[in-house]
């Protein structure tokens, strides 16, 4: 699939998607790292694991107390600051596309270590309840 950016998006990465969204067994992905090749024409997966870690794609867990146990789907994207302007656009434009594509909705971008510190992921994947 080509977006208007002009960045395909690789196959595996909706297969990545669909198994962090679907699956049910202990080896269903906890996080999903894609990275734009560094030729600017595709979007991969980089990363896919179980383990608890989150820098992209993200099903967070979290406790609400009497309201029970949650879990909610965040997309996460980190350009540092420092990246070109050009750069920058182009992972913006990709970046939204492919989150339609994966219909997640809660989103952070970061440009800053401070925006993926745990706090600030758990109080956008709840809503601000937890």
Known sequence: MSL????????????AFRELRFQKSSKKPRF??????????????EESSPEQ?????YDIEYDLGLEGKRS???FITWVPRETSTKVRMIYASTKEQLR???????SIHADDPDELEWK?????ASDGKA
Do not use: H, M, Q, W
Not at 4 to 15: L, R
Not at 32 to 45: E, G, L, P, R, S
């Open 4 to 15: 208007p950016s002009g960045v395909s998006i690789a196959d595996d990465c909706i297969t």
């Open 32 to 45: 999903i790292i894609y990275k734009i090749t560094d030729d600017y024409n595709a979007v991969i997966v």
């Open 53 to 57: 870690d989150y820098e992209a794609v």
């Open 72 to 74: 909610k789907i965040v």
């Open 100 to 106: 339609r594509f994966v219909d997640t909705k809660p």
């Open 120 to 124: 600030t992921v758990l109080k956008k």
